[in-house]
């Protein structure tokens, strides 16, 4: 598989995410989960997932425009390893801070560690 092809499918995973981010509203209910929590903190819970959403639209969008500069150029390379990094932290934070046994969240798991292996692939060829 070329380095181009491994970089579409990182904006298919990314383009992914911003969608799964989007239902977050209805998916977990927060517009009656969100009003057992201080104005605060309800606010930035949102924003942080509306930042989230720009973030991953904004890298599916560079992958999917750009994919032969960010495996050819240093500043590409320097994006998938840093999107790499980003998958590999979030993995982890997963069990730091979800410590849930349940078939969706090792779903949710298993796609962290796939982005991180498909961010890293092009950098490791």
């Known amino acids: 598989m070329s380095n181009e092809t491994l970089i579409l499918l990182c904006g298919l995973h990314s383009l992914g995410f911003a969608l799964f981010h989007l239902a977050f509203w209805k998916l977990f209910g927060w517009k009656h989960e969100l009003r057992k929590i201080g104005l605060p903190t ?28 960010l495996h050819a150029t240093p500043l590409g390379r320097a994006l998938l390893l840093f999107m790499a990094l980003f998958w590999v932290g979030r993995t982890i934070e997963q069990f730091v801070f979800l410590r849930v046994n349940h078939p969706l969240v090792h779903a949710l798991t298993a796609s962290f560690v796939l982005g991180a292996i498909l961010f890293a692939l092009p950098l490791l060829r």
């Open 42 to 69: 309800r606010a930035i819970v949102q924003i942080l997932n509306l930042r989230l959403i720009y973030v991953f639209a904004g890298i599916a969008a560079i992958c999917f425009l750009f994919p032969s500069e």
